[in-house]
């Protein structure tokens, strides 16, 4: 039998039922939880050279633990210099013990890495429970070396829950362990 990840264990142990007694749920299943994690990472080089892509891709693959699929343009927009079907990024969605492993490296180790780290903002949530954030340097992951990288890109992560409204959300994502800012 495989171990159960470690967020997932506080999550069950001590989240839910402290959840369950501060908002008054009857039923466990009432309780906010993690539904899944979407990262995704654009590459602007893209358009000029697949072998960057190929790269992030890559770079991406060993954050995550799984290979992400490349994303597309849907149509040309000649500001941009895209055609309509041209590689521009990759990105996975995150379930089960993949995701639960992902954010306790999230939490606990690459956001406390980041420098001049004062807490997430709070302003990442979008008002049903979900919260997003921006990754300047995705060399914040202890799985990628300063050698193994030719250039720092950027990564977005959303973690959707169950949760209904942002307090809810708040709530649960705090007894994880996210180092949110104060107020």
Known sequence: ?????RLKELYEERARPHLMERFGHQNIWEVP???????????SEATT?????????????????????ITRTKQSIAAFG??????????????GDR??????RLFNIAVPRI????????SGFDGRGNYTMGINDHLIFPELGYDDVEKTR???????????????????????GIPLAGE
Request: hydrophobic residues 45%.
């Open 1 to 5: 039998m495989a171990v159960k990840p």
């Open 82 to 95: 895209t055609r309509q079907g041209q590689a521009i990024g990759c990105r996975a969605t995150l379930r």
């Open 154 to 176: 950027g990564l977005s992560v959303t973690i959707v829950t169950t949760a209904e409204a942002d307090d809810k959300g708040i709530a649960l994502l705090e007894e994880l």
């Open 99 to 104: 995701m639960w492993e992902f954010l306790d």
């Open 115 to 122: 420098r001049d780290f004062r807490g997430l903002p709070r």
């Open 49 to 69: 050279n697949f072998e960057t892509l190929e790269k992030a891709v890559h770079e991406l693959a060993l954050i995550i633990g799984q290979r992400p699929c």
């Open 33 to 43: 939880r993690l539904q899944k994690v979407c990262v995704s990472m654009g590459v």
